[in-house]
């Protein structure tokens, strides 16, 4: 589950892509694993940590309208 946290915070990989890159082929198990591991979904994880997205960006840009 580290290299998928990596490709989360580093790459716009879709959740596939990453999950099938970190050797899962099962998208609810993967999910699963990975809530249990980190305590959010992919989703919410790269939301919260990605690298790519300027983290903060999102959300100021949000609170501006």
Same mark, same amino acid.
């Given at each position: 589950?580290?290299?998928?946290? !990596?490709?989360?915070?580093? #790459? !716009?990989?879709?959740?596939?892509?990453?999950?099938?890159?970190?050797?899962?082929?099962? =998208? /609810?198990?993967? !999910?699963?694993?990975?809530?249990?591991? @980190?305590?959010? @979904?992919?989703?919410?994880? !790269? =939301? /919260?940590?990605? /690298?790519? =997205?300027? =983290?903060?960006?999102?959300? #100021?840009?949000?609170?501006?309208?």
């Amino acid at each position: 589950m580290e290299a998928a946290k !990596r490709c989360f915070e580093n #790459s !716009r990989k879709s959740i596939n892509e990453v999950m099938y890159d970190v050797g899962y082929s099962d =998208n /609810k198990a993967f !999910r699963d694993v990975f809530k249990k591991i @980190t305590g959010l @979904t992919p989703v919410e994880y !790269r =939301n /919260k940590f990605s /690298k790519m =997205n300027g =983290n903060d960006s999102y959300l #100021s840009v949000f609170y501006y309208y």
